[in-house]
């Protein structure tokens, strides 16, 4: 039988703060016991001001103590909270989360965009794979419209093609505009024109996929499907691109007014709705896809199965992050990388990373970020060889990858940049930007990739078999090889002393 997890889930959103108490066993087995949402206009304030006021703080803390009366009322302890655009984007930030944690005890969690998108994902991907007749082997394009931000994911058949986050989200493009140029005759079209301008970078990248179905999700695309698509049902509709683009046409000119009386929806509501839709109709015009499908999962709902499936311990996580590793190999390659050296660094990383078993100190997450380091660590060859280091951190950081934060990509980033160089110090400003925990966990990684590296100096694949193995104070590397390896003993051996001050362990390099 089946072990039920019980929590319960909270989200800070720039719309609505909101609460789920949530029974969960398996994917296709989740019910939602308690839910509680209460509308808020916090998100406007942060894109308009940078920052909540203390009313809005305190009112905020008013709605979450009313949430934990409730989950102690059901008996619940484990609590997941989460806040995505309207904290991400407050300059108050610690602020508030400071005193959310006194006068409620949440301990909220801030999601980047790409964590956002991450967590959203999650649950949409096990819904594409339940619903894979409907697109077969086909690419998608996964839309998903923050109120900071839009990501653009391709799909198919279970992988991850390219992954695109741009800074214009609902909110924030509608907040861009003055209440005087909201008032114009004009807006409609110079929003359209702003979100032109915004994303037409990115369709070169795209068009070459052959893209054609759209697969959108959440709140707005329930009341795309409610309009276009009002006996559907189930967990998602379709409305083809032509009928959508004929349906904002028909607005002449989309405002949130006119959004008001037709779709009989807020005002706040009609504010995200309008760009959203503006959004939807430029991706649908300079992608020509068919079609749209429109699912009905929300944030809240993906972050709650998220968390059930880390509760049950589920291998869906796992496959996960394996998309995000063949995303960073499809990024690898299109920058030049020789596949065949990364996949053998990648191997010999993971390698000594789970030989040291606890004498790293290092969480499992740890161990993806090794991966990518492995995969990436020589990106800015494409660029320029005699300075490449330089040049793969800043490809690193300007890369968007699935699921993991900005913190946990700037590590990945000064991995690549300081395995083949000196010991970094604090003097190098690249050292200094990263916090002391972060420090920490790159130079571990940094000095396990650094040996991995060496075993591959030269590229030429000359190890055949490798083992690792700790005993004691030593971690002892064996290989099989034929042919000389002088530049791999001479380069493993520097590439110890790092190794030596970090683990205060020996590595030994020896023949089997």
């Known amino acids: ?82 806040g995505t655009s309207v904290l991400r984007e407050a300059k108050n930030r610690l602020g508030i989360l400071d005193q959310i944690r006194i006068r409620t005890g949440f301990a909220v969690e801030v999601a980047d965009m790409t964590q956002e998108i991450y967590y959203k994902f999650f649950a949409l991907s096990h819904e594409l794979l339940e619903n894979a007749e409907n697109f077969g082997e086909k690419p998608v394009l996964l839309m998903d419209i923050t109120s900071s931000g839009l990501g653009l994911t391709g799909w198919q058949a279970g992988r991850l093609l390219f992954q695109q986050n741009v800074a214009s989200g609902s909110l924030s493009i509608f907040e861009r505009f003055s209440e005087k140029e909201r008032e114009s005759l004009t807006f409609p079209s110079a929003v359209r024109d702003y979100i032109h301008a915004t994303l037409s970078p990115l369709w070169p990248s795209i068009e070459h996929h052959a893209i054609r179905h759209l697969v959108l999700s959440g709140l707005e695309a329930r009341t795309v499907a409610a309009l276009l698509a009002p006996g559907a049902g189930g967990s998602h509709a379709f409305v083809r691109g032509e009928d959508f683009l004929r349906f904002l046409d028909s607005f002449a000119g989309l405002t949130p007014q006119k959004l008001m009386t037709r779709c009989a929806v807020t005002e706040s509501r009609a504010n995200l709705l309008m760009p959203t839709l503006l959004l939807y109709g430029e991706v649908v015009r300079a992608t020509r896809v068919k079609g749209m499908f429109l699912m009905s999962t929300t944030f809240l709902m993906s972050y709650s199965v998220y968390r059930g499936a880390q509760l049950a311990g589920l291998s869906c996580l796992a496959e996960q992050e394996e998309r995000t590793v063949q995303l960073a190999r499809t990024t690898a390659e299109k920058y030049g990388s020789t596949r065949e050296h990364c996949a053998r660094v990648e191997r010999a990383a993971g390698a000594i990373f789970c030989a040291l078993g606890d004498a790293h100190g290092l969480s499992p997450r740890a161990l993806l970020l090794l991966r990518l380091g492995a995969i990436l660590h020589e990106t800015g060859k494409f660029v320029n060889l005699r300075r490449y280091s330089r040049y793969s951190y800043q490809i690193i950081l300007g890369t968007d990858f699935f699921g993991v934060s900005e913190a946990e990509k700037e590590i990945v980033a000064s991995v690549a940049y300081y395995y083949n160089r ?91």
């Open 1 to 82: 039988m089946k072990r039920r997890f019980t929590y319960g889930v909270v989200h800070v959103g720039s719309v609505h703060t909101s609460l789920v108490i949530v029974s969960f066993a398996a994917l296709d087995d989740v019910e939602i016991i308690e839910r509680v949402r209460k509308e808020t206009g916090f998100g406007e304030e942060v894109f308009r001001r940078g920052r909540l006021s203390f009313a809005s703080i305190r009112e905020l803390c008013r709605i979450l103590e009313g949430f934990r009366r409730l989950l102690a009322d059901y008996g619940v302890t484990q609590v997941f909270a989460i």
């Open 422 to 512: 000196g010991n970094p110090d604090r003097k190098d400003e690249r050292y200094a930007r990263l916090s002391h925990e972060q420090q920490i966990v790159m130079l571990k990684l940094c000095a396990i990739l650094r040996l991995a590296d060496a075993l591959d100096q030269g590229h030429s694949g000359k190890i055949a078999k490798l083992s690792v193995k700790l005993s004691k104070e030593e971690l002892c590397v064996r290989f099989e090889a034929e042919e000389d390896v002088s530049l791999i003993r001479w380069t493993f051996a520097r590439a110890a002393a790092l190794f030596r001050e970090i683990f205060g362990i020996e590595p030994i390099l020896r023949k089997a």
